[in-house]
């Protein structure tokens, strides 16, 4: 299908976020967060990428269904988001739960939150609708997706990624014919099924899915009359539609998009503190996977008014420098040495300290002759002066979040309780 005809159909969808949930294996991280608000990149939340992508791909209805901890997306939202104009037929709509049927009645699951919408998704006319999941990491032209659903006439078109057979057992998989047409769905299956002719592959599931309005509308009807049902696309409306009508899969290769400097597909799930830590830091790299510079698909977020970065003093073993890292404005190196460290804007870092695979959020301080290592440090964390950590395993895991693979969550209230 033409790119014009694919725009087209963009303009006569609506998509549709879901941006509820808490991430819970990102620990500490989404205390005061939900998933799809919590940072990433420097500057950008992780919601950010399914909102850049419907925007690039010309959709310009937009509804984001809110539910855990949801003000800090709220008024990121409301900060960065505010561009659609009524005038030009565009619109982001915030739907926090328990607001649509009655007072009490929080979203049950993925496809109940969007029945709970369907009177405002419906009042404004989309010929389609795109389900998106609000907590991955990727670039994708969703007009390409919708193009293939439409010109296969399926009842739903669901995106998919490539993932080895081990991987594969955290998704929802699809078993696959020649014609992408999918012959069964299970969810976090033991023994996952593989690819026509790559038996190593698996297709999972990216929590997105096309559909015709009409037909969405109804099928969430008998869902929400269905007291069996749990109300999820991935557990109930996906299989039944696998096995008493069309649903077809839709690589996510065929749609990506990559830059000049990009190999291959790239879609992450920063969902635990281990992948969150990796996939900051990795942007690090001389050629990262993911092109964060790419103007030709750019990600959108609210962009905060701050001086340019500083780096000050020039002295042997006082030097402001930065190797192998990315520094967002606002951000002041004073004195410190960093290697392979992401600055989120406004941070600081005062003299003699030493930073090595920093992920530091927004306005966080590292205090002088600190040392600092394979760290994340949440939003505003005042790291005290002469503190070591990433060092020393055991006492790193008494006094602080530590995965297995000596990654250290580091939070302002595990700061205070020290004993220094």
């Known amino acids: 299908m033409s790119d014009i005809n694919s725009q087209r159909l963009a303009r006569q969808t609506m998509a549709f976020v879901l941006a509820g949930g808490r991430g819970s294996r990102l620990k500490e991280l989404t205390d005061r967060r939900t998933k799809p608000a919590v940072y990433f990149g420097g500057k950008t939340r992780i919601i950010d990428f399914a909102l850049s992508n419907a925007f690039n791909s010309g959709i310009r209805r937009v509804g984001v269904a809110t539910q855990y901890k949801a003000h800090s997306l709220i008024r990121h939202l409301q900060r960065g988001w505010s561009f659609f104009r009524a005038e030009r037929n565009e619109s982001l709509d915030i739907l926090p739960a328990s607001q649509q049927l009655n007072e009490t009645n929080w979203y049950a699951g993925t496809a109940d939150a969007v029945w709970q919408n369907v009177d405002i998704i419906d009042g404004y006319g989309p010929k389609y609708v795109l389900i ?45 014919d020649e014609s992408d047409r999918i012959t069964d769905f299970v969810e976090k299956p033991a023994n996952p099924p593989a690819m026509p002719g790559n038996p190593d592959m698996a297709l999972a599931s990216m929590g997105i899915y096309v559909f015709e309005a009409k037909f969405l509308y109804d099928i969430l009807r008998e869902d929400a009359e269905d007291p069996r049902s749990e109300h999820d696309f991935g557990k109930n409306i996906i299989p039944k539609l696998v096995k008493k009508g069309t649903a077809l ?47 030709e698909w750019p990600i959108w977020t609210y962009q905060e008014a701050t001086p340019p970065a500083k780096f000050i003093h020039n002295e042997e073993g006082r030097r402001g420098q930065a190797v192998s890292s990315m520094v967002s404005g606002g951000c002041i190196i004073s004195g410190s040495s960093l290697y392979r460290c992401l600055m989120f804007t406004g941070v600081r870092t005062h003299s003699f300290s030493a930073l090595e695979g920093v992920v530091a959020l927004p306005y966080s301080e590292v205090g002088r002759n600190a040392r600092v290592t394979n760290v994340v440090l949440d939003r505003g964390v005042k790291i005290p002066s002469g503190l070591v950590i990433g060092e020393d395993p055991d006492l790193d895991a008494k006094r602080f979040r530590r995965t297995d693979s000596g990654i250290c969550l580091v939070t302002q209230s595990m700061i205070d309780q020290l004993d220094l």
């Open 132 to 176: 998106l999941a609000g907590d991955h990491i990727y670039k994708q032209d969703y007009s390409q997706m919708i193009a293939q659903h439409v010109e296969s006439g399926a009842d739903v078109t669901v995106g998919c990624i490539e993932a080895t057979l081990e991987e594969a057992k955290g998704f929802g998989v699809m078993a696959v």
């Open 249 to 295: 899969a839709h690589p996510f290769s065929r749609s990506c998009m990559m830059s000049g400097l990009e190999t291959k597909p790239y879609w992450r799930d920063v969902g635990t503190v281990d992948a969150f830590w990796q996939a900051n830091v990795d942007l690090t790299d001389f050629i990262p996977e993911l092109d964060l510079y790419d103007t």
